[in-house]
């Protein structure tokens, strides 16, 4: 089967501009991560969804991130009034939770990721 | 809070020669531990994982790694590295309960020379 797929896979765009970035998760996945890779680091969490809530948004860094999983399956990542400092690869990974708790148990697949360059 | 160091930004080994890529942890109980791979244009790859019991963890493509508790670690190996494992790898620890996320190293890059 299809693994999570993010896209675009690239995105350049001027500061102060609004982007979207799409993810659509394994089939089947009710759990959802967005995380953020700027260069030279590790992922840094943003924000999990388990169904069509947004479980825990504690990552996400101001009010200008925004994200949106209104059926269950395909997310949206939205940042407004981009800033220079967004720029990095945005990460979307899924994984299934049995009983719908979702845990770190549960093993997370990645998609390839979206670079965001924000000039 | 919970942290992961990878103390090494940049290793290269010789084709066929042994690796070992370090990592420690902070956190209050016993974590949930991964490592990933991530090769140029590719998504994350889990190689291993450990959650309890045996201490030594294998993984695929001939990787393992030994979870230390008295020293907080959890350091990856390989007998034998290929060329083909040039990529970067990312420790990660997840903590018990629900919903959490992954907190990940900085992550160290493996260059193989021949």
């Known amino acids: 089967g299809a693994g999570v797929s993010q896209t675009p896979s690239n995105k350049v765009t001027e500061k102060g501009k609004y982007v979207e970035l799409r993810c659509d998760p394994i089939s089947g996945h009710t759990a959802l991560y967005w995380y953020r890779q700027s260069l030279g680091q590790g992922p840094e969490f943003l924000i999990y969804f388990q169904g069509t809530g947004a479980a825990d948004d504690s990552g996400l860094p101001n009010d200008r991130f925004f994200a949106v999983r209104p059926e269950g399956s395909v997310s949206t990542l939205k940042i407004q009034r981009t800033e220079r400092g967004d720029s990095a690869v945005y990460l979307c990974?899924?994984?299934?939770?049995?009983?719908?708790?979702?845990?770190?148990?549960?093993?997370?697949?990645f998609g390839p990721g979206t670079r965001l360059t924000v000039l | 809070a919970q942290s992961v160091t990878q103390p090494d930004i940049h290793i290269t080994v010789s084709e066929g020669a042994s690796l070992e890529l370090r990592c420690n942890y902070s956190y209050g109980a016993t974590p949930y531990l991964f490592w990933y791979v991530q090769s140029p244009g590719q998504g994350l790859q889990l190689l291993l994982k450990y959650f309890s019991g045996d201490t030594l963890v294998q993984g695929i493509k001939g990787f393992e790694a030994e979870f230390k508790r008295s020293q907080s670690s959890f350091n990856l190996r390989k007998p034998s590295v290929h060329w083909s494992d040039a990529a970067e790898y990312f420790c990660a620890v997840g903590a018990h309960g629900a919903g959490t996320a992954l907190i990940f190293g900085k992550g160290t890059t493996l260059s193989v020379s021949s």
């Open positions: 990974a899924s994984s299934f939770s049995p009983g719908g708790g979702g845990s770190a148990y549960n093993e997370q697949f």
